[in-house]
């Protein structure tokens, strides 16, 4: 009797292990057209998939995945992804992944002239408004108008947002940007556009959409444009994440003090011996070799294992709150 209870405990483990291998985080690239609340967006959708895995390759990222696979049946919570300057959609594939793994529809864009290929706008002060409107907009696709919306729960959304992503996140939760403080990226880059009209006072007043539909984000390492009044206007959950080093303008400090001034205590964590770009996904062989600013970390900090733990601390975050 013992050894049929454990042949069957044993057979039903493989089943599990077999069904876990087999399947993958399903994969689509994403355009939304222009209309007359902005340009055109580009990105990709991950979501959960039961067909196997496989490499895609999408200039010098690998990501792994099932290339536009159905999405398994249910309604899933969606979680949209906000890079930093110069980032991608790609930035942070592997937390998508994970996501996606765990039962989630994850959809990131390029940010508009503020991308690895389009850097046209990213030293003037309009992008500090277009972004979080962007991410309205990526909302309102994937709920209304993606050919498998009927797969996402409108009622379950949350945003993962890092660096600048993370300001965005910020607005889309009730924060205003008040730039008349300043930006620590002007101290050593004060020829920017954005930073000569911060320093001249010409600072166009600019709405700053805050998105309800957004329940819970996790903010990583962000960007700090805003008084500790305005911070007290956020008050939905929020996982607050910062690296010991910084970097790209933020600090330590400057993250600290959106902690204590957010209006609902957030959930810290504290990347020991980590750089400000360690958050992003662990680089390939090419990216290593052609960003090593942004690939290189500190002696004795394991990217890969960091961002393991990372992704498990976010996805267990998102399924409490979601």
Sequence with gaps: MILRSLS????????????????AAGFQRLNLPMDQNGPGLSGAVWYPCAAAASEIKIGR?????????????????????????????????????????????????NH??????DRSRQGY?????????????LIDY???????????????????????GGYTGLVLAGAVPDFKAGLAICQDLQAL????DIASGKVPQQPYPRDDRIKAAVIVDPLNAFSAESLA????????????????????????????????????????????????????????QALPDICRDQDGFDRQQFHRDL?????????NQL
């Excluded at 408004?129 to 991410?135: A, G, N």
């Design 142 to 164: 994937m709920t209304s108008a993606w050919p498998q919306k009927a797969h996402v729960d409108p009622a379950k959304i949350g945003l993962f947002g890092f660096s600048r």
């Design 61 to 109: 990222t690998t990501t792994a995945g099932a290339l536009n696979c159905a999405v398994t049946e249910g309604v899933h919570p969606l979680i949209v992804i906000s890079h930093g300057a110069s980032g991608s959609f790609l930035s942070h594939h592997d937390t998508a992944e994970a996501l996606a793994d765990a039962g989630f529809v994850v959809a990131a864009i």
């Design 193 to 196: 556009p954005m930073c000569r």
């Design 233 to 288: 206007a956020v008050s939905i959950p929020v996982q607050l994440w910062a690296s010991e080093r910084g970097g790209d303008g933020v600090t330590p400090a400057s993250v600290a003090a959106i902690s204590k001034a957010l209006g609902a205590a957030p959930e810290v964590h504290v990347a020991k011996g980590a750089g400000h770009f360690a958050f992003l996904a662990p680089c390939s062989a090419e990216q290593a």
């Design 125 to 137: 002060l309009s992008i500090f408004s277009t972004r979080p409107r962007e991410m309205r907009r």
């Design 8 to 23: 069957r405990l044993t057979f039903l483990l493989s089943l599990t292990f077999a069904a876990s291998v087999s399947q």
């Design 311 to 319: 992704n498990a601390k976010v996805v267990e975050y998102f399924k």
């Design 112 to 117: 508009v002239g503020d991308n690895a290929q």
